[in-house]
T-cell receptor, first 113, second 112 residues
């Protein structure tokens, strides 16, 4: 079974631009969560989607948004990029059928200049 | 603010020794606890999950949970150089869904 895939793997943007990251969960997994990882703050929860609905949300500004499609694939968008948005963005999927094991994708490394 | 605290390390142990990693959390209602391992440049991978007070063993790994003290630990027996990584403690943020609050991790170095 294929793992979680994320595209693109690397991205360079400039301040003020917007960016869209994509995540394809493991086949059959219905929950997708997004995390931001930086050296200073560590891994921080952004949001979780289940059946196309946002089920949980972390403490990030409204510039960070996401959505989930009917095939469980998810996208996250960051508008008006700031230098501090440079980070590794990780997507994790869960089967959502008992247990809470989350399987992480390889991440998208975003650099904002 | 719900906190998950870990000693950043590095924790250095000789090969074959027991490595002990600790984590404290602030949210008393948390029900689910996890240990992830992250190698440099890689994404986190789940090592153990624990939901009830006491010990849970899986191979060389033992997770310990004490909800009264709000404390979770991970013991790695017979440590190997390949265990050298950052170990992340995670606590569930919500009773519904899959949202985790991570500590900043403890760096473990196992020396041959």
């Amino acid at each position: 079974k294929a793992g979680v895939t994320q595209t693109p793997r690397y991205l360079i943007k400039t301040r003020g631009q917007q960016v869209t990251l994509s995540c394809s969960p493991i086949s059959g997994h219905r929950s997708v969560s997004w995390y931001q990882q930086t050296p200073g703050q560590g891994l921080q929860f952004l949001f979780e989607y289940f059946s196309e609905t946002q089920r949980n949300k972390g403490n990030f500004p409204g510039r960070f948004s996401g959505r989930q499609f009917s095939n469980s694939r998810s996208e996250m968008n960051v508008s008006t990029l700031e230098l501090g948005d440079s980070a590794l963005y990780l997507c994790a999927s869960s089967p959502a059928q008992g247990g809470e094991t989350q399987y992480f994708g390889p991440g998208t490394r975003l650099l904002v200049l | 603010q719900k906190e998950v605290e870990q000693n950043s390390g590095p924790l250095s142990v000789p090969e074959g020794a027991i490595a002990s990693l600790n984590c404290t959390y602030s949210d008393r209602v948390s029900q689910s606890f996890f240990w992830y391992r992250q190698y440099s440049g890689k994404s986190p991978e789940l090592i153990m999950s624990i939901y009830s007070n006491g010990d849970k063993e899986d191979g060389r790994f033992t997770a310990q949970l004490n909800k009264a003290s709000q404390y979770v630990s991970l013991l790695i027996r017979d440590s190997q150089p390949s265990d050298s990584a950052t170990y992340l403690c995670a606590v569930s943020l919500s009773n519904s869904g899959y949202a985790l609050n991570f500590g900043k991790g403890t760096s473990l170095l196992v020396t041959p």
